[in-house]
T-cell receptor, first 111, second 117 residues
Framework: GQSLEQPSEVTAVEGAIVQINCTYQ??????LSWYQQHDGGAPTFLSY????GLEETGRFSSFLSRSDSYGYLLLQELQMKDSASYFC????????????FGSGTRLQVQP | DTGVSQDPRHKITKRGQNVTFRCDPI?????LYWYRQTLGQGPEFLTY????????KSRLLSDRFSAERPKGSFSTLEIQRTEQGDSAMYLC???????????????FGPGTRLTVL
């Protein structure tokens, strides 16, 4: 089976930096994605890592270590609008397009 | 609006009834996905189409569920003999790929919230 573990909730203050971790146990691994979902909204794509290392996109960065089956999403200069749920998702192999999602981390940004 | 659209946005039905949802992907996207999401959980994959071909189906997709994408554009998801456990948000997503490049981003629609009484 496939499993992805991430913290259920994280709280941080405006302007701070927060890291959301994701560990995965899957039958294969092709890449790790991160999605943001506001309450009542659709998931929106944030980043994708297929190789080890850090990918930076503005205030958001994502890291992957394939040997540790581990990744994280780093959010800098937190804003109130960043309050949302964040999901890591794994694509298992090249032959499959389906994403397997974690249960999500609910981030609450406080003033 | 050129994003993924879904219809209806909300559906309330009685147990045992059939329901059908529609998804219109971004027009140039050749890949279409259906997911199901319950409160406090991440989306769960149901099925995937490349153009009109259904290439992947999850074990979650019981024989009461059927999906089609007849012309490689919009897709429908039908649930027959609905059960209370089918209550969830049904999300559609689309993406684009060519023979030379794979785009990993999936674009999600707003979802159809199904409530089975």
């Amino acid at each position: 089976g496939q499993s992805l573990e991430q913290p259920s909730e994280v709280t941080a203050v405006e302007g701070a930096i927060v890291q959301i971790n994701c560990t995965y146990q899957t039958s294969g691994f092709y890449g790790l994605s991160w999605y943001q979902q506001h309450d009542g909204g659709a998931p929106t794509f944030l980043s994708y890592n297929a190789l080890d290392g850090l990918e930076e996109t503005g205030r958001f960065s994502s890291f992957l270590s394939r040997s540790d089956s581990y990744g994280y999403l780093l959010l800098q200069e937190l804003q109130m609008k960043d309050s949302a749920s964040y999901f890591c998702a794994v694509r298992v192999n090249t032959g499959r397009r389906a994403l397997t999602f974690g249960s999500g981390t609910r981030l609450q940004v406080q003033p | 609006d050129t994003g993924v659209s879904q219809d209806p946005r909300h559906k309330i039905t009685k147990r045992g009834q059939n329901v059908t949802f529609r998804c219109d992907p971004i027009s140039e996207h050749n890949r279409l996905y259906w997911y199901r999401q319950t409160l406090g959980q991440g989306p769960e994959f149901l099925t995937y189409f490349q153009n009109e071909a259904q290439l992947e189906k999850s074990r979650l997709l019981s024989d009461r569920f059927s999906a089609e994408r007849p012309k490689g554009s919009f897709s429908t998801l039908e649930i027959q003999r609905t059960e209370q456990g089918d209550s969830a948000m049904y999300l559609c997503a689309s993406s684009f790929s060519t023979s030379g490049r794979i785009y990993n981003e999936q674009f999600f629609g707003p979802g159809t919230r199904l409530t089975v009484l």
